[in-house]
């Protein structure tokens, strides 16, 4: 459980980092998270590298092996997207390399029709927003994990969380300067955001609360409690006990850096956002995480600007319906889907 808890307040840190303060420094950053986050329609590239160490006494050899694949982590995805209207579309460009074994992940999304590039097979998976809530109530496991759609309070209130989570002598204005883009060189102001490990640990604790309050978590948790995943000391966890466990865990924490540097342009957007930070964790039990560091790169550009993203033009001989993409996987991918 404790491994469990360690990953998740880890990837919380992570959640939050990539989404990014007229009046003083404080809220002039404030209103660059507000406005960035609500971006309707432009392109974003991130870089994201990872570095991670486990606890591996006691594991055994093919345990070893398998953890040290996630010792270093790359990604790297291209995003456009336009929001603005309700036929929603998206073109996602990604590349995944996890033990040096590298990936490319590419996501289309025309309004309700989605389509994912699969390079196992060389074709894309056709497929439907309706078909995958069809898939995810028939597979079990699926429909289990699926299930948790935050509300759009939920999200806005670990967004507020966030930005609560510094205060103004966190903050410190840089110089104004000129930045390359691929737009052009842009006239930008630097802000360096260094929150204190007890507010970062505060915001933890406080993003686990919103989310176990969420209709949707609180509904998974129900649902798995007395299962194996959410056992404590053998007995079925509850969100009281999930909340007492991370404020646990992060007894066990040490957070030996956290940074964020953005550039903000004349329009009050953030149009590079470098977050890097590294946690080290101590007394846990054989194969949980003993440190962590994390670099972040994010570039927005063609902000709120008219995108032109064509959808695959899908075929017989080029796509597949997840029928087929059950039936012609490998038996290695095929049984993630079982």
Not at 200 to 213: C, T
Not at 286 to 312: A, C, H, L, R, V
């Amino acid at each position: 459980m404790r491994k469990l808890i360690v990953t998740i307040t880890a990837l919380l840190v992570l959640m939050v980092t990539l989404t990014g303060c007229s009046g003083n420094k404080h809220e002039d950053y404030k209103e660059a998270l507000i406005k960035t986050e609500n971006i309707q329609s432009g392109k974003s590239d991130t870089r994201l590298e990872l570095e991670m160490n486990f606890e591996t006494e006691g594991l055994e050899e093919e345990v070893v092996k398998g953890l040290k694949t996630f010792e270093h982590v790359v990604y790297e995805g291209h995003n456009t997207f336009n929001l603005k209207n309700e036929n929603l579309k998206i073109e996602s460009r990604n590349f995944v390399s996890v033990g040096g074994l590298g990936i490319n992940l590419d996501y289309h999304q025309d309004g309700d029709q989605i389509a994912i590039y699969v390079p196992m097979l060389g074709k894309y998976l056709n497929i439907s927003a309706d078909e995958v809530k069809e898939i995810s109530t028939e597979n079990e496991k699926f429909n289990t994990f699926t299930q948790v759609k935050l509300s759009k309070n939920t999200i806005m209130a670990l967004e507020e969380s966030w930005r609560n989570a510094f205060e103004a002598e966190d903050i410190v204005k840089g110089e104004k300067s000129t930045m390359e883009t691929p737009e052009g060189d842009v006239r930008v102001v630097k802000f360096t955001v260094t929150p204190t490990e007890e507010k970062i640990k505060d915001f933890v604790v406080s993003a686990v609360q919103i989310l176990l309050h969420d209709e949707s978590v609180s509904e998974l948790v129900e649902e798995l409690s007395g299962t194996e995943e959410l056992l404590v000391n053998g007995e079925p966890v509850t969100e009281e006990k999930i909340e007492e466990q991370v404020k646990e865990s992060l007894e066990f924490w040490s957070v030996e850096e956290f940074v964020v540097t953005d550039f903000i342009d004349v329009d009050g957007y953030i149009v590079q956002s470098n977050t890097s930070f590294a946690i080290r964790t101590q007394g846990q039990e054989p194969g949980s995480m003993k440190y962590m560091k994390m670099e972040i790169i994010t570039d927005n550009y063609d902000i709120e600007k008219d995108q032109t993203i064509d959808f695959p033009v899908l075929t017989e001989t080029n796509s597949v319906s997840f029928e087929g993409l059950q039936e012609g996987l490998p038996s290695t991918y095929e049984n993630l889907l079982e």
